[in-house]
């Protein structure tokens, strides 16, 4: 089976291992990532990424040349992509840019001016009802009309692409799996030092962007009343609400308690995850956000959970979105922005050292059965050979 794959998320190598792993699952399947040559991510990164082509056996990522360096939806690929099609002749094309991209427009009129006859697949995180303008809904109609296969990293995504006329495959799971060899359940009594952690302190950990639609003044406001145990709150991300967090923890008396941790190295992450005793989401959907064709946000999926679990760290998560599939019943869900309700989950955790002992062995099953990159590999592989049949 020969399988393209094309998006802007694997000009980072992490990313690729699902991709990586499949290619290893039968010597007869070959995996080759397409990606822009030059991406702006923004953000934090705030410079354009020049990719590197990378060659492991039956697995490749290729850089090809790129019109719009910082758009998903804009993204297409320069004609050194023909090259690419007719040589590797691909039999599932999978572009994982959204239904209203151009470039899966562009690959789907490719496959067809080329005759390769490869089925077409795309992906979406996108899980928020919406109406599509004119010209972006004819690109919508085109896009779904010749789609083979949706993968969809949430279940509202694919009801919402059934609700605009889609009835064919689809398979839910999210866009990129959990290395459960660097997310594992380990100890480091040094940086619990280091951060002013000590061996009796009940951590609630957050990870993640310092933004309002993550519900970090919920989890803020639900500390006021908790259990009178030694507790601390390891905040590690960043974002534009730092000092507002800092301000709100002085002005209901818990400054002392929290602990701000600027974003680190990816691969040290799992190292600040097992100082927690619990990893709270209490994300929060907000219609603030527009663009050209939707309006809003939902949490998509939640990836923080699914590493959190794999460390065998109980989870408690809002009901925004995908939080509650993620979850199911390895960890505790509370409606959003519902401060007593998320008290009432921390309390119960702090209280219950068996409950939290239970949970963590059940997020640590799941994860292993349903979010690692191997995992995710034979879940995709299933979908393609039902595609191709």
Partial sequence: MRILVASHTYIVDLNCEKFKTLAQLDPN??????????????????????????????????????????????????????????????????????????????????????????????????????????????????????????????????????????????????????DETLFSPTKNRDLADQVAIKEEDFVIGFVGRFVEEKGIFTLLKSLQSLPDKPWKLLLLGRGELKDKIIKESQTIGIEDKVIIVESVAHDQVPQYINLMNVLVLPSETTYKFKTLTAVGWK?????????????????????SGEIPNVIKEAGLIFPEADVSALENCLSRLI?????????SEKGYQRVLENYTNKALAQKILNFYQSVLS
């Fill in 29 to 178: 399947i070959e995996v080759t990532i397409v990606v822009p040559q030059k991406w702006k991510p923004g953000g934090v990164q705030n410079q354009i990424i020049e990719t590197k082509p990378r060659l492991e056996g039956n697995f490749k990522v290729v850089p090809v040349s790129n019109f719009s360096q910082n758009n998903q939806g804009l993204l297409t690929f320069g004609t050194d992509i023909i090259r690419l099609l007719n040589e590797f002749k691909p039999q599932i094309i999978q572009v994982e840019q959204g239904v209203k991209s151009f470039a899966y427009a562009q690959l789907i009129t490719l496959n067809k001016w080329l005759n390769l006859k490869a089925k077409n697949v795309f992906f979406t995180w996108w899980n928020l009802p919406y109406q599509s303008k004119f010209l972006v809904s004819y690109l919508e109609q085109y896009n779904l009309s010749h789609t083979d296969g949706l993968v969809a990293g949430n279940q509202d995504a694919a009801d919402i692409l059934r609700d605009h006329g889609y009835d064919k495959a689809v398979a839910v799971m999210p866009q990129l799996g959990v």
């Fill in 299 to 319: 949490e998509q999926f939640g990836h923080v959970l699914i590493e959190a679990m794999a460390c065998k760290v109980p989870v408690i998560g809002s009901n």
């Fill in 351 to 359: 209280l219950n050292p068996q409950l939290a002992n239970e949970l």
